[in-house]
């Protein structure tokens, strides 16, 4: 099985459960995309080192100032065995990066009162076999991975999301499945469930009638501009116009892996990880919550909702898609997650207090490709801590 969990990292930056400033490069400048009339620095210098040393195939990072992008760089090759050089404006997979948006996009229909953090899977699931131990479950504790969901999906289930593809119908077929079954644990027990992700997903696609991808699309995507961004792994197997992920063979080398339906989980597991995106338009999403954490008004999502996405259950540090944290480095409370399907990986660390947010991706997914992300963002905070 390949999970979308958000993976740990036990060096000192990263717990998510997470350089010298150069010249601007034209990549940079064009994946800017408006946000600032100074052309970003270019980190391509900085990030090789590391890239070169774990043996990534690229390794491309971005800081922010605000929802201002003042670094952006990439270093290293879209895949290996092609000499194409990844660049600034490529598309990286997110996995678990995703649940932040998926989230997100629940908050701003709970904010059109289409649906609300206590509504139940009773309510939502009407109808349906549901097993009791699920009934109560809610909204909110599903997106805090705290509604009993399996933290690895049952076998059966998952052998039957590969072979439904993205037929219409296959998330809710699976979701119901899990539904019928008693919880793995007692709900209000945290579990890393990307599980949990697909129910609360299934529930919104119930309540509107529309599709997670489309909703995604029009209410989240669209409003913010991030024209880059799509599901499952970016690129065509018939051109390498775009970074491919890597699995690694038994002897520790990475093996690219040909965008496809191979090359993701399935359509399915879609709200827990599928999100691809160019660093600049992930970043367009981050300065969102950036700026709710700042206590700052925005035109998409409530203050109210924003402050209720990023608190964490009484006794736990996971919100809603973020872990919450403190760094001396962030001058107090940090918000992170970090994401891999085991071919990529991607990290993002927001800083509220210093209005800083920090993202680094690889096209490469193991321990080893997670300890490298950890390593570049020291070189990113001591070049632009404010």
């Not at 070169?52 to 390794?59: K, M, R, T, Y």
């Not at 404006?89 to 998926?102: C, E, F, I, P, V």
């Not at 193991?366 to 020291?378: N, P, W």
């Amino acid at each position: 099985m390949r999970s979308t969990s958000c993976l740990l990292a036990v060096v000192g930056l990263i717990a998510c459960g997470g350089g010298a400033q150069g010249d601007a490069h034209p990549d940079a400048a064009a994946a800017a995309d408006g946000g600032s009339e100074t052309p970003p620095d270019d980190l391509a210098a900085t990030l090789e080192p590391v890239r070169a040393g774990a043996g990534l195939p690229a390794l491309a990072a971005a800081v922010w100032r605000g929802d201002v992008l003042i670094a952006l760089g990439a270093a290293g090759v879209r895949t290996f065995g092609d000499d194409t050089p990844a660049t600034s404006a490529d598309r990286w997979h997110l996995g678990s990066d995703t649940k932040a948006m998926t989230a997100t996009l629940i908050g701003i229909h709970v904010d059109r009162e289409n649906i609300q953090f206590d509504d139940t899977i009773g309510q939502l699931f009407a109808g349906e076999e549901i097993d009791p131990g699920y009934r109560d479950v809610t909204v909110e504790q599903l997106l805090q991975h705290r509604g009993g969901a399996p933290g690895e999906i049952p076998a059966d289930i998952w052998a039957t999301m590969w072979e439904d593809g993205s037929d219409p119908g296959a998330r809710e077929k699976a979701v119901l499945a899990m539904l019928a079954r008693p919880p793995a644990q007692a709900p209000g027990t945290f579990i890393y469930a990307n599980a949990g992700y697909m129910i609360a997903g299934a529930a919104l696609e119930r309540k509107t009638g529309a599709a997670w991808e489309e909703l995604m699309r029009d209410d989240l995507f669209g409003p913010l501009g991030m024209a880059s961004c799509g599901f499952g792994a970016p690129g065509t197997a018939a051109a390498v116009d775009q970074p491919w992920g890597h699995t690694v063979n038994a002897d520790g080398e990475p093996v690219p892996v040909a965008p496809g339906p191979q090359a993701d989980n399935p359509p399915s597991l879609g709200p827990a990880g599928t999100v691809h995106c160019s660093l600049a338009d992930w970043g367009k999403f981050l300065a969102l919550h950036l700026a709710g954490a700042r206590q700052e008004t925005t035109a998409l999502v409530s203050p109210a909702t924003l402050t209720r996405l990023q608190t964490p259950a009484t006794g736990g540090d996971y919100a809603a898609g973020w872990l919450v944290t403190n760094r001396d480095w962030a001058g107090g409370v940090a918000l992170t997650h970090s994401g891999s399907n085991t071919m990529w990986f991607a990290t993002t660390w927001l800083a509220p207090a210093n209005d800083m947010t920090y993202a680094v991706v690889t096209n490469r997914g193991d321990d080893v490709a997670a300890a490298a992300v950890d390593s570049a963002f020291a070189p990113l905070i001591d070049a632009y801590p404010r």
